[in-house]
């Protein structure tokens, strides 16, 4: 019997024609004999305009739903889930070769990891591609460590949400992505990190596409009032946690 691993994926209608570039990066993934993947798109809306970029396949699942932006579509999308494993791909990005077979290496290898994350490279609007510096050491992530290098560093992580790999289990007791405006990941980061330990892949494993309509670059998200409200709700909610004591597994 198959074993599979759930990709998630948020669309909006702007970012709707991105999806056969992501389905390409999906269907060139290879995984271990017994193991296979699900894709579930969730449109963050109900439109007309994402349903003629979704691939015809049997792997692939689309749904909609009424607008709340990329976490609410996430969670939508987890009613749905049938696999042990989630894996983040947002509708802009690729994921690159390999991914998804370092990721399951890392948790099937250690039940104490929850969580896996990967280094990214910038894909830029001229198709070449972009590093930066400031990566963790390959390997375990220790609690704490991205939640304290984060509240160091004007609230950036060393490692990206947008390539986590989790636990399905670990992402449902967490309760998914946080109910915020934007950032939403980067909070289900940092509560993961504050109650589990993760993984590092040093080889690139996402290509995070950089265009004008992506949310991250539009004014509302660089908004000082509101980017401050959130990185205190991110971060008091992950200290609180950490407080708690509570720890995975369990």
């Not at 992505?177 to 993984?199: C, F, V, Y």
């Amino acid at each position: 019997m198959s074993r599979r691993i759930i990709i998630v994926t948020a669309v909006h209608a702007p970012s709707a024609h991105f999806l056969p570039d992501a389905y390409k990066s999906i269907c060139e993934q290879e995984l271990p004999d017994g193991w296979e993947w699900h894709w579930l798109i969730q449109e963050d809306g109900k439109t007309g305009q994402v349903a003629p970029y979704v691939p015809e396949d049997e792997r692939v699942s689309f749904r909609q739903g009424r607008p709340g932006g990329p976490g609410v579509a996430r969670m939508m999308a987890l009613a749905h889930a049938d696999g042990e494993y989630v894996k983040v791909l947002d509708a802009d990005d690729q994921l690159a070769p390999g991914a998804l077979a370092r990721d399951l290496a890392a948790l099937e290898a250690d039940s104490t990891i929850g969580w896996a994350t990967s280094r990214v490279l910038d894909f830029l609007p001229d198709g070449s591609t972009a590093g930066f510096p400031g990566d963790p050491e390959a390997g375990p992530i220790e609690r704490g460590e991205v939640l304290e290098y984060w509240k160091a560093n004007g609230f950036r992580a060393q490692v990206h949400p947008a390539t986590l790999f989790i636990r399905q289990d670990l992402l449902l007791a967490l309760g998914g992505w946080m109910a915020l405006p934007a950032s939403e990941d980067t909070g289900l980061l940092m509560a993961l990190n504050a109650t589990s330990r993760g993984w590092f892949s040093p080889e690139v494993g996402l290509l995070y596409r950089k265009w004008p309509g992506q949310a991250t670059s539009q004014p509302s998200h660089t908004d000082a009032s509101e980017r401050d409200a959130r990185m205190a709700v991110v971060q008091a909610r992950a200290e609180k946690l950490a407080e708690l004591g509570w720890r995975y597994p369990a």
